[in-house]
């Protein structure tokens, strides 16, 4: 199995402020990383697809990027709405594999 | 736009089976566009892929879970179901039924409320 880990594992952070999370697999997954926000008793969220690909409807203050074993999640202005968890998964091979996620919270 | 139900019991007791069914609306399990998947995440932790199925009904299994878990589908009912065998405690956690994309990288762009399956005498 392709194992996938992130960093911080929590940060805390202001309204307005630059986030940056990093995800790092086992292997190379050439792009195929995507990222998701949860929040507290929802279902997981799509962000970023293929590293950079952002999803339909998400704020463009998300991007990703990376490839190969390397790749980041930044959210340019953090907003009230974006203090959640957030995953990187790998969809290179299965079984697919999350990290083991980053709480952004409040400072 | 897909969207995905699950249900089933909510408590299973040990050394049983836990059954769950996803229902598809919005769009036709036949479309060839998706693999169907269950995902589980117990309380306070990560995200565990259990498999997926295809509408032929070609499976991919978590090698974790390979020898309990089997996973259908009834394209007549635009469902497809989950069945894990000799439950314990450590198989508590919420289910999700969730799409993924075959032209999009595999990313789960569709994703069901999830279900809180608990394993208890």
């Known amino acids: 199995d392709i194992q996938m880990t992130q960093s911080p594992s929590s940060l805390s952070a202001s309204v307005g402020d630059r986030v940056t999370i990093t995800c790092r697999a086992s292997q190379s997954i050439t792009n195929y990383l995507n990222w998701y926000q949860q929040k507290p008793g929802k279902a997981p969220k799509l962000l970023i697809y293929t590293a950079s690909s952002l999803q339909s409807g998400v704020p463009s203050r998300f991007s990703g990027s990376g490839s190969g074993t390397d790749f980041t999640l930044t959210i340019s202005s953090l907003q009230p709405e974006d203090f959640a968890t957030y995953y990187c998964q790998q969809s290179y091979s299965t079984p697919f594999t999350f990290g083991p996620g980053t709480k952004v919270d409040i400072k | 736009q897909v969207q995905l139900q699950e249900s089933g019991p909510g408590l299973v007791k040990p050394s049983q089976t836990l059954s769950l069914t996803c229902t598809v609306s919005g769009g036709s399990i036949s479309s060839g566009s998706y693999y169907w998947s269950w995902i589980r995440q117990p309380a306070g932790k990560g995200l565990e892929w259990i498999g997926r199925?295809?509408?032929?009904?070609?499976?991919m299994y978590n090698p974790s879970l390979k020898s309990r878990v089997s996973i259908s589908v009834d394209t007549s009912k635009n469902q497809f179901s989950l069945k894990l065998s000799s439950v314990t405690a450590a198989d508590t956690a919420v289910y999700y039924c969730?799409?993924?994309?075959?032209?999009?990288?595999?990313?789960?762009?569709?994703w069901g409320q999830g279900t809180q399956v608990t394993v208890s005498s």
């Open positions: 969730a799409t993924e994309d075959i032209y999009g990288g595999g990313r789960s762009d569709y």
């Open positions: 199925i295809y509408t032929s009904g070609s499976t």
